[in-house]
C-alpha cells in the first residue's frame, strides 16, 4: 500500500524534475555569467591559478567557514554519541575478540607502513599548492588523515597513539577551526571586511602567494586531518584498549 | 553526430534524475540503517551530477590557470567549488548517520526500522 | 568617517563569526576547562549575541544593510562574493535565535548533567548557523548554514545515548532534514542553470527578467526549494521528523527546535519567495495562494488532533508546534505584507510561550523522571505556582486575549478576512483549542490531580533524568527562565511599537524591487511605506472563544466518564477516527521519506496544473 | 569527439552503478560498491573537466566514505558477537 503510493509519487516527482531541467540550457553550454566573471578575474586580482580553491577560500570562503563548521560539529557530534560508549566500556570485562587491524602479512605491514612518507608528503604538497593546481586543503588535509590509518592498519599500535595523542589533535583541530574564523576577524581588525585579504598576494605561480587564501587553505588542511582523526581515534579507541591488554595480560 | 551531441546535452540531467531516485526509492525500502546512509550517499551524489553538468563548458578546459592563459575557454568554477563544499557536507552528515546507527545496533541488536518502531505516537 | 562608523558598519558577521571562534576554543581544551569557565563564556557569548542582533534589527529599521564578504561588491550588477543582508525579519530572527539560546543556557546552568563542553560547543555552532541562515543574502550559502544548523541539532538530539530510542529519533530527524536539504539544493542548481548567479537579488531580477509567464523550471525549483525548507519547518506531510526529535532531544534543545529551528524554516521559504520568486509567479498569485493555504491547513489540523492525543508531554509540545506552524503557514500562504507582520509577532510570542513550556517539562522531569500525563498525576499538587504559571501558559496557547499570540492571530484573522480568505480564522481557532486544550489537560490532571486516574496501560514508560542535584526542589534557574519566558510572551500583546515595528519589518521583506536594488546597485529605491490595520472587537470575540473551547476541551477530556451518554460515544468514535492518524506516525524512517516524496509530488502536481 | 563518447559512456556507468548499488541488500558487499561508485564519479567529475572535484571524490567517495562504513560493520559484528556470547551464558 505504502510502496504503491510511494512508487506514482516518485514517477510524479521524477517527471516534475524532468519537465524543470527540460528549461536548462543543454549540458555543455553554460552560459555564465558568474564563473566567466571569477575565471576572469582570479589570477590578476588574487594571484591564484586554480580558481575553485580561490572561490573556496576567498570570493565564498563564507561558504567554507560554515563547511568547516559543519565537519567540526559533525566531529564533536561523533565525539558526544560514541563517549558514552567508552566509559561503558571501561566498566565492562575485557574480551578476547580484537576487533582490530585486520590480520596481514608481515610483508603486507612493511609495505603499508612505508605509505606513510609518501602520503604525508603528498598531502602537504597538496596543502600548499591549493592556489596553484588541483587540491588544497580539504584534498590534503584528508591525504594527510590516512598517514595515521595506515600507521595503525601496520599494527605500531603504540606509534598510532603517539601520533594521534588526542589533546594535541583536538587542539589541531580548534586551531584550524578557529583559525579560520580568526582570518576573518582579521580582516574587520585592519579596518576591511570580513575575511578580505589582508596580506601581500605574492608572485602569481609561487608556492607563499595569494594572501589569505594559502593561510586559510593551510588552516583548512588542518582542521579536517586534524578532525578525520579525531573521529577515527574514537571509533578505534576501544578496539586499541582491548588489544593493549592483550598484550600486557 | 548531431544526435549524440543532443543525447549528451540531456544525459546528464537524465543521470542526476535518476540518480536521485534511486537514492529515494533504496531509502524508502531500506531494512538496514548501513544501506540507508549508503543510499542517503547516492541520492546526494545527484546533485553532484546536476551541479557539474550545469557548469560544463564543451571544448571547455579546466579553471586552473597555470598552464593556459587567462580567458581561454574554461568550464565554470563555481559549481565545482560548490561540489567540493558538497562533498564534505555529505561525508560529515553520512559519518553522523553512520555512528548513531552503530549505537542502536549496540542497543537494541538490529539495525532493521522495522524493528525498530519504538517510538510510535 | 569616524571610528564609530567603521565599528558600526563591522557588526553584520560578528554573530555568526563569535559564536564559531568561542566554539572552537572550548573545543580546544574540553577536557582541561573548568566547567564554570565553560558555562560562563558560552552563556557570555550568547549574551554578546543578543547585543550585536539587537543592535542589527535597531540598524536595518533605519535602513536594511548590505555587507559583502571578502569585500567583493557586485560590479555591473554580478555579484561576486556572498552578501549578509539584512532587513528587520532576518535580524529579527537571528535575535530570537540569540534570546532563547541565552534562555537555554540559562534554565541548563549547574545542574544539567553536561558531558563536559560538547553540549556548549554543540549549542554554540548551533546558534551561528542560526544567524547564519538569517541573515545571508546568498542562496548556496543559505543552504551551508541550513546544514550547519541541521549537523549541530542532529548530534544533539542523540545527546541521551543510553536506549535506542533518542538514537532512532536523532536518526529520523538526520535522515528526513538531510532528504529535504538535498531538495532544497537541487532547485538552487536548477536556478543557477538558469541565471548563472547565487545571489538572491541577482537571481530574482533575472527571473523576472527573463519572461512574465512562469515555465516548468521555475516551478520545480520553486517548489523544490520550498518543500526543502518546509521539511524543516515540519509543515504536513513532511512534519512527521518534528515530534521523534522533540520527545528525545535534552529539553534546552527543545526550547530552540519549536521555539526558533521550525520557524527558521518558514522564514527560509518565505525569503527565496520575496526575492526570488514574487516578481515571476506574482501574477498568479492566487493559485499560489490556495496551493500554500492547503499545506497550510493540513498542518494545523494535523498537529492540532495529534497533540489532544498525545499523552506524553514533550510529543504532546512538539505536535502543538506542528499545529502553530500550520497557523504560521496560513499567514505565509496569504503572500501578503500584513499578514507577514501579524506572523513575525506570533512567531515571537509563540517562541516564548513554547519554550516556557518545555521550561516545565523539563522541571517536571527533573522532579519526578517523568514526562508522561498519566504518570505524573496529582504529583504537582504541590507546586501550586509553577502549576498557576503553566495553566496560563496554556491559555496563552490557545491565544487569550489580549496577549501575544492573540494579537498575532487577529492581525493574521483581519488580513485573511480582506483577502476572501476570512474562514481560516475558524481553522486557526480551532488548532488553537485543540493545542491549548490538551496542554490545559495535561496541567489539570498533573498540578491539581483531577480527572480519572487511569492506570497506566502497558509497559512503563521510563524517562531518563537530565539533571543532577536534589529532586525535592525546582533550582531557581530553571523556574527563572520558565517565569521570564512566560511575562516575555504576555508582555508582547502590550508593546504597540511592536506592533508598528513588525509591520515595517514586513512591508521591507515583500519589497522585492527594493531588496533586488539594495543589493545590486549603488543607488537603493526609498522604502516603501506601511500600511495600518486595526483590530476588531470581532476579533477579541473570537480569541475568547477560542479559550473558551479550549477549556471545554480539557474538561470533557478529564472528565469523560461523566459526559453524557451521546457524547462519550462521540468521543469513542472521534478517538477511533484518528487512530488511522496515529498508525501513520509511525517512527518508520521508510514511511516518512515516501510521505516527503508524497508532498514534493503533490505540490508539484498542483502547481502545474494551477499555471497551465 | 572521444571525450564526448567517454563522458557519455561515465554517465551511464554511473546511471546503473547508482542502481545496482540501492538494490544491494548485503552490506558488505555494498561498502564495496560504494567505493566502486566513488571512483566512478570521481572519474566522472575528471572528464567533466573538474580536477580539483575528482580529487576530493577519490579521497572522500573511494577510501573515506567505505573506510567508515566498515568500521561501523565491524562495530556491528563485535556487537552482535558479545550478544550471542551473552546468550549463550545464559
Keep these: 500500500m505504502r510502496l504503491i503510493l510511494f512508487a506514482v509519487s516518485l514517477a510524479g516527482f521524477a517527471a516534475f524534475f524532468a519537465a524543470g531541467a527540460r528549461g536548462l540550457r543543454p549540458v555543455g553550454h553554460y552560459a555564465g555569467p558568474y564563473g566567466d566573471v571569477l575565471n576572469a578575474i582570479s589570477v590578476p586580482e588574487r594571484h591564484a591559478t586554480d580558481v575553485v580553491t580561490a572561490i573556496n577560500f576567498d570570493f565564498r570562503g563564507f561558504d567554507t567557514l560554515g563547511e568547516e563548521f559543519i565537519l567540526f560539529g559533525s566531529v564533536m557530534g561523533v565525539l558526544l554519541i560514541l563517549r558514552q560508549q567508552h566509559d561503558e566500556l571501561r566498566k565492562e570485562n575485557p574480551e578476547e575478540d580484537p576487533n582490530g587491524p585486520p590480520a596481514a602479512s608481515d610483508a603486507m605491514r612493511a609495505f603499508t607502513l612505508a605509505l606513510v612518507g609518501p602520503m604525508v608528503i603528498f598531502g602537504l604538497y597538496i596543502v600548499f599548492h591549493g592556489q596553484l593546481t588541483p587540491g588544497g586543503g580539504f584534498q590534503g588535509g584528508l591525504i594527510l588523515a590516512t598517514a595515521p590509518l595506515m600507521v595503525y592498519l601496520s599494527g605500531k599500535l603504540d606509534e598510532f597513539k603517539a601520533v594521534t595523542s588526542p589533546r594535541l589533535v583536538e587542539i589541531a583541530e580548534a586551531t584550524g577551526a578557529g583559525g579560520f574564523a580568526l582570518v576573518g576577524l582579521a580582516g574587520l581588525a585592519a579596518g576591511k571586511n570580513f575575511l578580505e585579504n589582508i596580506l601581500p598576494l605574492g608572485k602569481t605561480g609561487s608556492v607563499f602567494s595569494s594572501g589569505t587564501i594559502f593561510l586559510i587553505s593551510v588552516l583548512t588542511g588542518i582542521e579536517v586531518a586534524a578532525g578525520i582523526v579525531l573521529a577515527m581515534q574514537s571509533f578505534l579507541e576501544h578496539a586499541l584498549e582491548i588489544m593493549q591488554r592483550g598484550r600486557n595480560g | ?121 | 568617517m569616524g571610528r564609530a562608523v567603521t565599528l558600526t558598519h563591522q557588526i553584520p558577521p560578528l554573530p555568526i563569526a563569535f559564536p564559531l571562534l568561542v566554539a572552537a576554543f572550548l573545543a580546544a581544551g574540553r577536557d582541561f576547562w573548568p566547567r564554570r569557565l565553560t558555562e560562563s563564556l558560552a552563556l557570555g557569548t550568547s549574551i554578546l549575541n543578543v547585543i550585536l542582533t539587537a543592535r542589527l534589527l535597531e540598524l536595518s529599521f533605519a535602513q536594511p544593510i548590505v555587507y559583502w564578504m571578502g569585500g567583493w561588491r557586485p560590479r555591473g550588477g554580478v555579484a561576486l562574493g556572498i552578501s549578509l543582508t539584512i532587513d528587520p525579519v532576518g535580524a529579527g530572527a537571528a535575535l530570537l535565535a540569540s534570546l532563547l539560546v541565552v534562555a537555554a543556557f540559562v534554565f541548563s546552568f549547574k545542574y544539567f548533567e553536561s558531558v563536559g563542553t560538547l553540549f556548549h560547543v554543540l549549542m554554540l555552532v548551533f546558534l551561528a548557523g542560526m544567524c547564519g541562515f538569517s541573515l545571508s543574502g546568498d542562496m548556496f550559502n543559505l543552504f551551508v548554514w541550513f546544514e550547519l544548523m541541521g549537523a549541530a541539532a542532529y548530534a544533539l538530539c542523540g545527546y541521551k545515548t543510553e536506549d535506542p530510542k533518542p538514537l532512532q529519533g536523532a536518526l529520523n530527524f538526520a535522515v528526513t532534514n538531510t532528504v529535504g536539504a538535498f531538495l532544497a539544493l537541487t532547485g538552487v542548481a536548477l536556478l543557477y542553470g538558469r541565471t548563472g548567479a547565487l545571489n538572491m537579488a541577482q537571481i530574482g531580477r533575472a527571473m523576472s527578467s527573463a519572461g512574465h509567464s512562469p515555465d516548468a523550471l521555475a516551478l520545480t525549483a520553486f517548489a523544490f526549494i520550498t518543500c526543502g525548507f518546509l521539511v524543516k519547518a515540519a509543515v504536513a506531510p513532511f512534519h512527521f521528523w518534528l515530534d521523534d526529535a522533540h520527545a528525545v532531544a535534552p529539553t534546552p534543545v527543545c526550547m530552540l527546535f519549536s521555539g526558533v529551528m521550525v520557524e527558521l524554516g518558514l522564514y527560509g521559504a518565505l525569503r527565496v519567495y520575496w526575492t526570488v520568486f514574487a516578481g515571476l509567479l506574482g501574477s498568479h498569485q492566487a493559485p499560489l495562494r490556495g496551493i500554500l493555504m492547503g499545506f497550510a491547513l493540513l498542518t494545523a489540523i494535523v498537529g492540532g488532533v495529534m497533540c489532544f492525543a498525545q499523552r506524553n508531554l514533550k510529543r504532546l509540545l512538539a505536535f502543538s508546534t506542528v499545529s502553530h506552524v500550520g497557523i504560521m503557514m496560513m499567514g505565509v500562504a496569504l503572500l501578503k505584507a500584513s499578514a507577514l507582520g501579524a506572523i513575525a509577532i506570533y512567531v515571537l510570542a509563540h517562541g516564548a510561550v513554547k519554550a516556557a513550556l518545555f521550561c516545565y517539562s523539563g522541571i517536571l522531569l527533573h522532579r519526578f523522571s517523568a514526562v508522561d500525563e498519566m504518570e505524573l498525576h496529582g504529583h504537582g499538587r504541590a507546586m501550586p505556582a509553577t502549576g498557576a504559571l503553566f495553566g496560563f501558559s496554556a491559555l496563552l496557547l490557545a491565544s487569550l486575549p489580549p496577549f501575544g499570540l492573540f494579537t498575532g492571530e487577529a492581525l493574521l484573522g483581519e488580513t485573511a478576512k480582506r483577502s476572501g480568505y476570512g474562514w481560516i480564522a475558524l481553522v486557526a481557532s480551532l488548532a488553537a483549542a485543540l493545542t491549548g486544550g490538551a496542554v490545559l489537560r495535561v496541567g489539570a490532571r498533573v498540578f491539581l490531580g483531577w480527572g480519572d486516574k487511569r492506570k497506566v496501560e502497558g509497559k512503563k514508560i521510563k524517562e531518563e533524568r537530565e539533571t543532577s542535584g536534589g529532586q525535592t526542589r525546582t533550582p531557581a534557574v530553571m523556574s527563572g527562565t520558565a517565569a521570564v519566558l512566560v511575562f516575555a510572551a504576555l508582555a508582547i500583546g502590550f508593546v504597540p511599537q511592536l506592533k508598528v515595528g513588525a509591520r515595517k519589518a514586513a512591508v521591507d521583506m515583500t519589497d522585492t524591487a527594493g531588496y533586488q536594488s539594495r543589493v545590486l546597485d549603488r543607488t537603493p529605491l526609498p522604502p516603501p511605506a506601511p500600511v495600518r490595520t486595526p483590530v476588531e472587537a470581532g476579533e477579541f470575540a473570537r480569541g475568547l472563544a477560542t479559550v473558551l473551547a479550549a477549556v471545554a476541551l480539557a474538561a470533557a477530556a478529564l472528565f469523560q466518564r461523566r459526559l453524557p451518554r451521546a457524547a462519550r460515544a462521540a468521543s469513542r468514535s472521534l478517538s477511533a477516527g484518528i487512530e488511522p492518524l496515529r498508525k501513520l506516525h509511525s517512527g518508520h524512517i521508510g514511511d516518512y521519506i515516501a510521505w516527503l516524496t508524497v508532498g514534493v509530488a503533490a505540490m508539484g502536481g498542483l502547481l502545474t496544473l494551477a499555471f497551465r | 569527439m572521444i571525450l564526448l563518447l567517454i563522458q557519455l559512456w561515465a554517465l551511464l556507468l554511473l546511471a546503473a552503478a547508482a542502481l545496482a548499488l540501492v538494490l544491494t541488500r548485503a552490506p558488505r558487499d555494498q561498502t564495496i560498491g560504494l567505493s566502486f561508485y566513488g571512483l566512478l564519479l570521481a572519474l566522472m567529475f575528471f572528464v567533466f573537466q573538474a580536477p580539483d572535484v575528482a580529487l576530493s571524490q577519490i579521497v572522500v567517495g573511494a577510501v573515506a566514505l567505505p573506510m567508515l562504513i566498515m568500521l561501523g560493520l565491524a562495530e556491528v559484528r563485535r556487537h552482535t558477537r558479545e550478544r550471542e556470547r551473552e546468550n549463550k551464558k545464559k
Excluded at chain 2, 38 to 60: D, E, F, H, K, P
Excluded at chain 2, 66 to 77: E, K, L, M, T, Y
Excluded at chain 2, 81 to 86: E, G, H, N, Q, S
Aim: aromatic share 8%.
Design chain 2, 1 to 121: 553526430m548531431s544526435g549524440l551531441e543532443w543525447l549528451m546535452g540531456w544525459m546528464g540531467y537524465a543521470v542526476a534524475i535518476w540518480v536521485f531516485a534511486a537514492g529515494l526509492y533504496g531509502i524508502v525500502t531500506s531494512r538496514n540503517w548501513m544501506h540507508l546512509a549508503i543510499c542517503l550517499a547516492v541520492m546526494q551524489s545527484s546533485t553532484y551530477v546536476l551541479l557539474l553538468s550545469i557548469g560544463y563548458r564543451t571544448g571547455g578546459a579546466a579553471p586552473v590557470f597555470a598552464d593556459i592563459p587567462v580567458g581561454a575557454r574554461a568550464v565554470d568554477p563555481v559549481v565545482q567549488a560548490l561540489t567540493l563544499t558538497d562533498i564534505v557536507v555529505e561525508a560529515t552528515v553520512l559519518a553522523l548517520v553512520v555512528v548513531l546507527a552503530v549505537q542502536i545496533h549496540k542497543h537494541s541488536g538490529t539495525l532493521d526500522p522495522d524493528k525498530l518502531r519504538e517510538l510510535e505516537g
